[in-house]
């Protein structure tokens, strides 16, 4: 069904010679515009990660979710970021250190907008909006969204739990049916051994193998294998963009981040990327169907 509804997992005639014969994994293949994929969530007006952020990707017409996932003292899989919660809700403590009963406890929002309190005419908020968001319930708002969604999952590293964290995601995208070819979730990361790791106990998912050196690309290449997407920051657009076409021409998916204006969205389409992923979904969309 995925397949069927979703524009980047359609082929485009311009590539049908280099589709899944090319590396015997699903590849997603660039369409007549990228994928646009909300940044832990609509993030330039909402707070990052939080369930407020997603909804409102949704309803600006994001085309995917895109979410940073660490692993609570407990087991869960939560969205966020960074390490520790400093920036976002003021405590020095590790997520890694915390159970999640813990962390629903916190407010993750305030710090988006900390003078809306003093607004009279603010309307009240859903505390469920503004706090710690499990990738459980990221996942359920997905499948019961009224159209096709797409994710795409950074495993964050290094993390004290390692691999297991790759396999708590694979885990629980199995329980949602999304650990097979027609997975409407991608895995991305920094790492090419947690790609790795994804690749043996889900040999199906798409893999992303995010960089942010010019070099990156070609230093993984002896670890990497067939099919993994390159993903680009937009500085490395910007600087090398001759890297990026060598990449397109031998036949590989590019997906940027993170895209927040016409000129950076021009490039991706002049160098033919099949995703960006912007904290602007819907000024992005905007863009693109002027």
Request: aromatic share 6%; hydrophobic share 45%.
């Amino acid at each position: 069904m995925w397949a069927e509804l979703h524009p980047l997992r359609l082929h485009d005639a311009r590539f049908a010679d280099s589709t899944e014969a090319l590396t015997g994994h699903n590849v997603v293949m660039a369409t007549a515009r990228p994928q646009v994929v909300a940044h832990r969530g609509s993030s330039a007006d909402k707070a990052e990660h939080t369930l407020g952020a997603y909804v409102a990707a949704l309803d600006e017409g994001a085309d995917a979710l895109e979410c940073d996932v660490r692993l609570t003292a407990d087991g869960h899989l939560v969205c966020v970021h960074d390490r520790d919660l400093r920036r976002t809700a003021h405590q020095r403590r590790l997520i890694s250190s915390m159970e999640l009963s813990e962390l629903e406890q916190l407010d993750v929002a305030t710090w988006k907008h900390p003078w809306a309190d003093l607004d009279d005419e603010a309307p009240d908020v859903d505390k469920e909006l503004n706090s710690v968001l499990t990738l459980r319930r990221l996942f359920q708002t997905v499948a019961d969204y009224n159209r096709p969604v797409e994710l795409a999952i950074e495993t964050k590293h290094p993390t004290r739990y390692a691999g297991l964290v790759e396999r708590r995601l694979v885990e629980l995208l199995d329980g949602f049916g999304w650990a097979g070819a027609d997975s409407p979730a991608r895995v991305m990361s920094f790492s090419w051994v947690a790609l790795r790791r994804v690749r043996r106990i889900a040999p199906d998912l798409a893999l992303v193998y995010l960089m942010d050196s010019p070099l990156a690309w070609s230093s993984a290449k002896p670890f990497s294998e067939p099919g993994w997407i390159a993903g680009p920051g937009i500085e490395l657009l910007r600087k090398h963009p001759d890297l990026v076409r060598r990449i397109r021409k031998s036949g590989t998916e590019v997906h940027v981040w993170t895209v927040n204006n016409q000129a950076d969205l021009d490039l991706c389409l002049e160098l033919d990327v099949g995703a960006v992923i912007t904290d602007r979904p819907g000024a992005m969309l905007g863009y693109l169907d002027a």
